[in-house]
């Protein structure tokens, strides 16, 4: 791998990234958390380095930050102290993939009941999916919006987010960093 900034790990190579499709990422987790965060699936910089929205130009840090989730930006390899202010991390689907969009509809309903599952079991106050797509397609929901849903998980409140990863021309971090601080603003969370 290639250096980077201290304390963060070095940037992995091409080779790195491309043997990254055989990894997975741990889960950020614990009991009762207020804010459980989804991304879709990890993408070759994050299976690389290990650490969630891990590639350049991902917007998840700096939208949790901006939306008042914590007190400072965090870097990806900072990741598990989230779980000392409420929040953690999971993923919809495990498999690594350069693109969410090489996944196969199979994969994403099977991630929606292994979420299912893993909420129920850990029963964080809301469910932040990062990605009304996935969202749609891993729950049935096809005319799903952002923002909270009618449909909670056990006791579990689920929201929808917009997919944070750079390549999403949707919506702006600005925009991303507002919906996050009204999930953050619903869910009584937060550092500010």
Known sequence: MKKSLPGAPPKPTRAELLAAVHKTVPDVIGHGLKVLFCGINPGLWTAATG?????????????????????????????RELLQWGY????????????????????????GKLLAAKVRRYRPRALALLGLGAYRTAFGRPGAAVGPQEEHLGQTRVWVMPNPSGLNAHYSLSAIAELFGELRRATSGGTR
């Open 88 to 111: 953690g991390v999971t993923n919809l689907v495990a498999r690594t993939t350069a693109r969410a969009d090489q996944l196969a509809e199979e994969e994403f309903a099977n991630g």
């Open 51 to 79: 650490h969630h929205f891990a590639r350049p130009g991902n917007r998840f840090w700096p939208a949790l930050h901006q939306g008042g989730f914590t007190p400072r930006l965090l870097a990806p390899h900072e990741e």
